[in-house]
């Protein structure tokens, strides 16, 4: 008995040896897996999943949704990690969803992050898993959402969009960078757990203007709830609220959707929404945003090796014009609403693409050819 003991001892050693050693990431394609603290060099445990194209044999680098938890899923990162499979994309996953991105969930005690948190995260993960570093989005459920929040706060400059649900409040001062970075929130008007009023204040103070997003919302009788979810988005050129009934992405950077009902629970119809993941995944880092003739407009991708699109929401007649470094025009086309430009007989380096409304207004933006 006691030689069996021994070996077994030995095996189970020599297993957690061995897991200690490997290297991330440590599933396949497609697969969900759990990485217990203290087999990694992570700082915390987390649930990797992987995209069912997913090699490292490439040299493909992928996006990167890091989800933060709600207080209920919170757990020592190893026995607890389970925990973490209960809502949200580890839930959507677990019932067989695939994403095109690499979805890393990671657990701790007090389900809250700190900005610090993120980024020894970030670090670990850019360093061991082949990641676009222009498209890294940050989500969260309650304390989850307010991690994200923390994380936008702290490493703007590092993630590409986020999506805070119903977060507890606790921006200081943020308008200046978060202007600049899309951010889709979402809550319910009846939650009773995270009042909503958590959020009003985070979209107020990016927002910065003396006007409360809550000035546009089409309150009930009495101040209640809306007959329809609503979503507030912030214009940036005009610097005004505007309200819209139904669950609307961002139009600028900033869009506000407060559910008309289902209490605390603002995370399974947000998650469960494809328009939010397709929102999503069309964020970059290297995506420069423009307004002209109050058109919203996106130059993506940016750097480009083959070509790159225009795209607009406007009808109105635009002109595009690229100029080189020198200030040498090489290419001028007229557009409405999305124009793709061929960008491979161009040699690599700076470009400029200057856009010209139909009322002569003109924006200019850089981008890269590699």
């Not at 992050?113 to 082949?130: E, G, R, V, W």
Request: overall charge negative; glycine content about 6%; charged content about 15%.
């Amino acid at each position: 008995m006691k030689t069996t003991i021994t070996l077994i001892t030995c095996f189970i050693a020599s297993c957690f040896f061995n897991t200690l050693n490997a290297q991330a990431p440590f599933g396949n394609a497609g697969e969900h897996t759990a990485v217990p603290l203290g087999s990694s060099a992570s700082p915390f445990g987390y649930y990797e999943y992987l995209p069912t194209d997913f090699s490292t044999a490439t040299s493909d680098t992928y996006p990167l949704v890091l989800f933060y938890h709600g207080f209920g899923e919170r757990g020592n990162g190893t026995t607890d990690l389970s925990d973490i499979l209960l809502f949200g994309p580890p839930k959507l996953i677990q019932q067989g969803e695939d994403f095109e991105a690499i979805i890393i969930s990671p657990q701790n005690t007090d389900a809250n992050y700190s900005a610090t948190d993120f980024l020894n995260l970030y670090n670990y993960l850019t360093t061991n898993y082949p990641i676009d570093l222009n498209r890294v989005y940050v989500t969260g459920l309650s304390s989850g959402g307010a991690s994200t929040w923390r994380a936008l706060q702290g490493h703007f400059d590092k993630i590409a969009a986020a999506v805070p649900i119903c977060g507890t409040n606790i921006l200081n001062d943020p308008s200046n960078f978060l202007q600049q970075t899309p951010v889709w929130t979402l809550h319910s008007f009846d939650d009773t757990v995270i009042d909503v009023s958590d959020t009003i204040s985070n979209v107020n103070d990016i927002a910065n203007i003396s006007n409360s997003v809550m000035t546009v919302y089409p309150y009930g009788s009495g101040n209640s709830a809306a007959d329809d979810e609503y979503s507030m988005q912030f214009n940036t050129t005009t610097n005004t609220w505007i309200a819209a009934a139904g669950i609307n992405e961002p139009v600028d950077n900033l869009s506000f959707t407060i559910y008309n009902n289902g209490g605390h629970d603002s995370w399974t119809r947000t998650y469960n929404n494809q328009d939010v993941w397709d929102w999503l995944f069309a964020q970059n880092l290297n995506t420069l945003s423009i307004t002209v003739e109050n058109t919203f407009f996106k130059l993506y991708p940016n750097p480009t090796s083959n070509a790159f699109t225009i795209e607009t929401r406007g009808d109105a007649q635009k002109q595009l014009d690229i100029y080189s470094t020198s200030g040498r025009k090489i290419y001028s086309h007229l557009f409405s609403n999305t124009l793709t430009v061929d960008t491979s007989i161009y040699s690599s380096g700076i470009y400029f693409a200057k856009i010209i409304g139909n009322d002569k207004s003109e924006k200019v933006i850089k981008f890269i050819v590699k």
